[in-house]
Structure formats: structure tokens, C-alpha cells
């Protein structure tokens, strides 16, 4: 909640790879930014995944660096289809917020932020709820030695939220009438129009 409503009219919060993809593949972002935007939202992760382990990579800590792994009963299947579905309410609630000219902005921040709380709420227990891929594949990184399924399972996390990301992107803009529709960030896009 915070990020959004401190950098949403920079860059449309979306601090996430998937949601990156998602705004992208709707026609709502720039596929000439989004490889900027990977790069930078992986490096963010790696980064605070650094700072995490340098706090807490001592003996007297046991921790597993808040890597995604699945619940020990959880097959795979019902893994993948639990993150698509969160991370699928989480960009529909996304393109609600930063592409819909209807929805009021202040809002913007509470509610993708009850989103994310909503979702951890439901599926945190079966899959910790991650909905992003940089910030799976960072703390997989550094807890593979204390939890070696955080990179075996990685896949399930790189998958479920770039198809629940897609797809909800897609179902909102199937929804939405075209006149209500607005670009994430619009100012962004605003520039690179004019630029071309």
C-alpha cells in the first residue's frame, strides 16, 4: 500500500515482474520499458534479499530468508492453480486501480494493498502467497541450503504469476469499456508518444 501511493504516479507501483507483463501484453505499458522494468524489479529483490540474509545469516537465526514453498501436502498442480488465481486477483485489482479512468485514485493504494493482504490471507498457508517472481527467485536464491525445495519449486512461482498476471489483464480489458481505459502510468506513455 505504501509503494503505490508513494511511486504510483512514477511508475504505477508495479514493483512486480508479472505486473509489469500483465499492464504490457493489455496494451496498457510500453514493451519497449518492460525489459528496463525486469531488470530493475530483479535487482530490487536480489537487493533486499542481500540486506536479509547479511541480518540474518547467523546460526543463532533459523530462518529460510522468507522463501515461497509449497505446503508439504500441496501437489504441484494445486500449487501452480492456487498462485494463479491469487496473483490473478491481485492484477485484476492492478488494472482496476492504475487503468481504469472510473477508479478513484486515492483508493488506489488501500485497495491493491487489501488485495495483497486478502490473498496472503487465503493462500499463504499452501504457497506463502508470493504473486511475484523477482521476490520468489530472490529468497529461493539464498535459502536453498536451509530449504532446498525454494529452487526446486521455483518454476511454480515463475509460471502461475506471469499466466495469472496475463490472463486477468486480459479478462479486465475484455470487461472494460475501451472509452474508461487509460495507460499505466498514463503520464509515462503520454512521453513516449510524444518522444516517437
Given at each position: 500500500m505504501v509503494v503505490v501511493y508513494a511511486i504510483g504516479n512514477l511508475s504505477a507501483a508495479h514493483i512486480n515482474p508479472a505486473v509489469t507483463i500483465?499492464?504490457?501484453?493489455?496494451?496498457?505499458?510500453?514493451?519497449?520499458?518492460?525489459?528496463?522494468?525486469?531488470?530493475?524489479?530483479f535487482v530490487g529483490a536480489h537487493f533486499g534479499s542481500v540486506v536479509h540474509y547479511a541480518l540474518f545469516s547467523g546460526e543463532a537465526f533459523n530462518v529460510n530468508f522468507g522463501a515461497t514453498i509449497l505446503a508439504p501436502e500441496l501437489p504441484y498442480l494445486y500449487g501452480l492453480i492456487t498462485e494463479i488465481v491469487l496473483t490473478f486477483l491481485l492484477m485484476f485489482a492492478f488494472m482496476a486501480a492504475m487503468t481504469d479512468k472510473r477508479f478513484p485514485s486515492a483508493a488506489s493504494g488501500l485497495t491493491i494493498g487489501l488485495t495483497v493482504t486478502v490473498c496472503i490471507l487465503m493462500g499463504g498457508v499452501w504457497t506463502g502467497a508470493s504473486m511475484n517472481p523477482a521476490r520468489s527467485l530472490a529468497t529461493a536464491l539464498f535459502a536453498y541450503r536451509v530449504e532446498p525445495q525454494a529452487l526446486s519449486q521455483i518454476w511454480i512461482y515463475l509460471l502461475s504469476s506471469v499466466i495469472g498476471a496475463v490472463v486477468a489483464a486480459l479478462v479486465y480489458e475484455f470487461?472494460?469499456?475501451?472509452?474508461?481505459?487509460?495507460?499505466?502510468?498514463?503520464?509515462?506513455?503520454?512521453?513516449?508518444?510524444?518522444?516517437?
Open positions: 500483465g499492464f504490457a501484453v493489455a496494451g496498457r505499458f510500453p514493451w519497449r520499458y518492460v525489459p528496463h522494468y525486469l531488470v530493475a524489479q470487461l472494460r469499456p475501451k472509452e474508461f481505459a487509460k495507460s499505466a502510468p498514463e503520464d509515462l506513455v503520454q512521453v513516449v508518444q510524444a518522444s516517437e
